[in-house]
């Protein structure tokens, strides 16, 4: 079993950027990103392979956010730049098991979730 844990959302002014970090404890497979907004479904934002070579972003956020991992430290980070009063959410960091690595879009293929962070964007 893996844990992970998210860090670094907040509050922040439309225009403004946002760091999320999620630290799992373990290795692990492909990871993502997901928000979900209350009465909505969960969905993707962004996915990095295990090698980290591979990146994916969903087009509600291409050319605005970066995805990257450290695997010596077990962690994705997400940037996410020129945010919009629409990115508000609590933000997931999902994983996928050790070997593992290809990126997917859908929440059903990631086995591991973080607790959530609540990102917050004003007008």
């Known amino acids: 079993q893996v844990h992970l844990v998210e860090s670094g959302g907040g509050l922040v002014q439309a225009g403004g950027s946002l760091g999320l970090s999620c630290a799992a404890s373990?290795?692990?497979?492909?990871m993502g990103w997901f928000r979900q907004d209350p009465g909505k479904e969960r969905e993707f934002v962004a996915g990095?392979?295990?090698?980290?070579?591979?990146?994916y972003y969903a087009d509600a956020v291409k050319g605005r956010s970066t995805i990257s991992r450290d695997n010596a430290e077990n962690t994705v980070y997400l940037q996410m730049n020129s945010l919009k009063p629409e990115d508000t959410a609590i933000y997931y960091c999902a994983a996928k098991p050790s070997g593992r690595n290809g990126v997917e879009t859908s929440s059903r293929q990631y086995n591991y979730w973080g607790q959530g962070t609540q990102v917050t964007v004003s007008s």
């Open positions: 373990g290795r692990t497979g492909a």
């Open positions: 990095i392979s295990g090698s980290g070579g591979s990146t």
